[in-house]
């Protein structure tokens, strides 16, 4: 089945802790995205990345790196710098380009304890 | 900056009604714009894609009408089921270098039996 895979779905954190979120898809999709969404306000950009070996920050990218190695995989990292980072993480693909339409994972919902 | 909005922000209708879900958005300067559904807890799931230069986009009992130099697009749903029964998304494709989706907050709809 050809998708986009976000893992773990569930996800705690100690505070001070660093923590990977995973996204793979076999698409062959050029750009992959990573959004937050918090409640009442809808999803925020962190970062993006057209092609591999490049990615650029989106709106909300302090506290997050992330690596594009693959073409398939787009890792996020939430560092220990993000002040609040319980949220919802939804990540998603399309092909380059205009014309296409973008694909979202299913999520991977983050909790600091 | 890519500006979007959604109303009404929450709707509940009985079964069987005719509804439209309102989207606009700052810039006209747009490649598509997309409509997706999200279900709690659960990732975006694509629903209509609109190109710029289309006015209408079709799929089963959804309708997408999109007028850009007005910066607006509507959802109508026809003979609403509560299977329906979603927050909805609309999100403009923005031109400019770098191609990223901006989302608006949604509309929660409620299809009640």
């Known amino acids: 089945d050809g998708g986009i895979t976000q893992s773990p779905k569930y996800l705690f954190r100690k505070e001070g802790q660093n923590v990977t979120l995973s996204c793979e898809q076999n698409l062959n999709h050029d750009a992959m995205y990573w959004y937050r969404q918090d409640p009442g306000q809808g999803l925020r950009l962190i970062y993006y990345?057209?092609?591999?070996?490049?990615?650029q920050k989106g709106d909300i990218a302090e506290g997050y790196s992330v690596s594009r190695e693959k073409k398939e995989s787009f890792p996020l990292t939430v560092t220990s710098a993000q002040k609040n980072p319980t949220a919802f993480y939804l990540c998603?693909?399309?092909?380059?380009?205009?014309?296409?339409?973008?694909?979202f994972g299913q999520g991977t919902r983050l909790t600091v304890v | 900056k890519q500006e979007v909005t959604q109303i009404p922000a929450a709707l509940s209708v009985p079964e069987g009604e005719n509804l439209v879900l309102n989207c606009s958005f700052t810039d006209s300067a747009i490649y598509n714009l997309q409509w997706f559904r999200q279900d709690p807890g659960k990732g975006l799931t694509s629903l209509l894609l609109?190109?710029?230069?289309?006015r209408e986009q079709t799929s089963g009992r959804l309708n997408a009408s999109l007028d850009k130099s007005s910066g607006r697009s509507t959802l109508y749903i026809a003979a609403s089921q509560p299977g329906d029964s979603a927050t909805y998304l609309c999100?403009?494709?923005?031109?400019?270098?770098?191609?990223?989706?901006?989302f608006g907050k949604g509309t929660k709809l409620t299809v009640n039996p």
């Open positions: 609109i190109q710029s230069s289309q």
């Open positions: 990345s057209q092609i591999v070996n490049d990615f």
């Open positions: 998603a693909s399309s092909m380059q380009g205009a014309n296409t339409e973008a694909f």
């Open positions: 999100a403009p494709l923005t031109q400019g270098g770098s191609e990223k989706l901006v």
